[in-house]
């Protein structure tokens, strides 16, 4: 099975970083992807790790720790924009299917 | 030029009706999913589909029976609708099961209310 935790919610100021944390624990593990939904709106695509290490995007970086079942993404010069949540989801490859399971998203707003 | 597109984006309709939801893909993915997410926003896996094919069923009542008339396309239909039905539902499309790194991209959601 899979069990993933993230903050609920967060709040950062305009133009400052702020990191949100997922932990998992997963059967088969096989990639962790970011997503971001803003309210009312589908997920999209932010990032993916399968190795351990940092992926820098922009703005946006993710961190993979597999031994440590942690990733966390950083967002940099936060735009008021950024306010959404954000989700965690891992991969699980027991089946082959690439299902993705989801945390419960972190909400982030952005304050002035 | 919309790449996943669900129809209708907003469904009311009352307890024990039957319904549909459509979803199309213009990516030329092989891997088709259908989500469900919950008033609390948790994101959850109903099926996947690859090359028309079910792949997983997670745990869904059978009165959801998804159908794949080919790989661009994965319908769903609901019997017997309960108030617990009501949710946002996704789909989403990826490459494939072999380009597994690949992400997922998902429709805008179909937003079901049971009255």
């Known amino acids: 099975g899979q069990n993933i935790d993230q903050p609920t919610e967060m709040t950062a100021t305009e133009g400052a970083i702020v990191q949100i944390n997922c932990t998992y624990q997963?059967?088969?593990?096989?990639?962790l992807f970011w997503y971001q939904q803003h309210a009312g709106e589908a997920p999209t695509f932010l990032s993916y790790n399968v190795l351990d290490g940092l992926e820098e995007k922009g703005r946006f970086s993710s961190f993979l720790s597999r031994s440590k079942g942690y990733s966390y993404l950083l967002l940099k010069e936060l735009q008021m924009k950024d306010s959404a949540s954000y989700l965690c989801a891992v991969r699980e490859g027991e089946t082959g299917a690439n299902n993705l399971f989801f945390g419960t998203g972190t909400r982030l707003t952005v304050i002035p | 030029d919309t790449a996943v597109s669900q129809t209708p984006k907003y469904l009311v309709t009352q307890m024990g009706n039957d319904k549909s939801i459509k979803c199309e893909q213009n990516l030329g993915h092989d891997t088709m999913y259908w989500y469900k997410q919950d008033s609390k926003k948790f994101l959850k896996i109903m099926f996947s589909?690859?090359?028309?094919?079910?792949?997983i069923n997670e745990t869904v009542p059978n009165r959801f029976s998804p159908k794949s008339p080919d790989k661009a396309h994965l319908n769903l239909h609901i019997n017997s609708l309960e108030l617990g039905d009501s949710a946002v539902y996704f789909c989403a499309s990826s490459q494939g099961l072999q380009k597994a790194h690949q992400p997922q991209h998902f429709g805008d959601g179909t937003r079901l209310s049971i009255l």
């Open positions: 589909y690859n090359n028309k094919e079910l792949i």
């Open positions: 997963t059967s088969g593990f096989n990639g």
